[in-house]
């Protein structure tokens, strides 16, 4: 089995370096872009651990799909979800139809859907029909962007979602067809997206509908909002928080009466703590971050 040794950043797979209805070159090109720290590559690893995030594209039915047919692929993927990983998936079939069709023996034989499901925020999934994009469009609290077409060759088989009622929340739908993206944020602090369709193969609208901006909303999604502590340092008091490491930069919002609103305080900061003057002791904060 292929072991892939890195220390944080992003993996980027796809089933064929730059094939059709695929998008791992389109992601891994874009998040270069953004200068993030990534890695791509076409064999698909035994583990994802270490990673702050796994971009996977299984493709479309044709010679360029990769089935999730052997028990392996399926458990790095659970695993990374137990471990609290961020994981977006893509494809057509890969997640509403193998799981449960080439790996109905695992978990006990309650088979390997039963698992992965509830992980990725999904309660129910169907092997769809022939669906080319009419009208994609995006729902809170994913994204709002909407889309009118795909390039993409093949859309036999585009997977249909029920969302979690717990986890799971309805990302994308294609209008008159139904729930082909799901977002989930589950117990074990894991966060993905599932999407029927390949991303890279989306036609860009006028902005905001761009690929660019979905991805950038899938990389908002999977960052965590930070909680904040108050801690007393030799410099005074000072507010401590846990960098993100899919976050670049923070504000900080402060509020006498947060039934009021909260203010900006503080812009595109690039540490974890930050120092509160005196004056401003008796008050409430919020941090966000920003990718």
């Not at 977006?88 to 023996?105: N, S």
């Not at 469009?137 to 889309?147: A, I, K, R, V």
Request: overall charge negative; hydrophobic content about 40%.
């Amino acid at each position: 089995l292929p072991i892939l040794i890195q220390n944080g950043g992003i993996f980027v797979w796809e089933a064929v370096a730059g094939a059709d209805d695929q998008s791992g070159s389109f992601i891994y090109s874009e998040l270069l872009a953004q200068g993030r720290q990534a890695v791509y590559g076409t064999a698909y690893p035994a583990s994802f651990r270490s990673f702050d995030a796994v971009f996977l594209s299984f493709g479309a039915i044709g010679s360029n799909i990769q089935r999730i047919n052997e028990a392996w692929i399926y458990e790095a993927m659970r695993d990374y979800l137990y471990d609290g990983g961020r994981l977006y998936v893509e494809g057509a079939d890969a997640i509403g139809f193998d799981l449960a069709y080439y790996l109905a023996l695992e978990e006990g034989g309650a088979g390997a859907h039963t698992v992965l499901w509830p992980l990725l925020g999904i309660s129910n999934a169907s092997d769809g029909t022939t669906n080319p994009i009419n009208l994609l469009s995006g729902n809170l609290p994913f994204s709002e962007l909407s889309f009118s077409a795909t390039s993409q060759s093949n859309v036999d088989y585009i997977d249909l979602f029920v969302p979690h009622p717990q986890y799971g929340y309805s990302a994308l739908s294609e209008d008159g067809y139904g729930i082909v993206g799901i977002a989930a944020h589950g117990q074990y602090s894991q966060k993905s997206v599932v999407f029927s369709y390949a991303l890279a193969e989306l036609i860009d609208a006028a902005e905001p509908n761009t690929r660019q901006n979905l991805l950038h909303d899938i990389i908002v999604w999977f960052i965590d909002s930070p909680q904040a502590d108050m801690q007393i340092s030799p410099a005074g008091l000072e507010l401590i928080w846990t960098a993100d490491p899919l976050a670049r930069s923070y504000r900080i919002f402060h509020s006498e009466h947060p039934e009021d609103g909260f203010t900006l305080l503080a812009d595109d900061l690039n540490a974890s703590c930050y120092s509160i003057d005196p004056e401003q002791h008796h008050r409430f904060y919020k941090i966000q971050a920003l990718p």
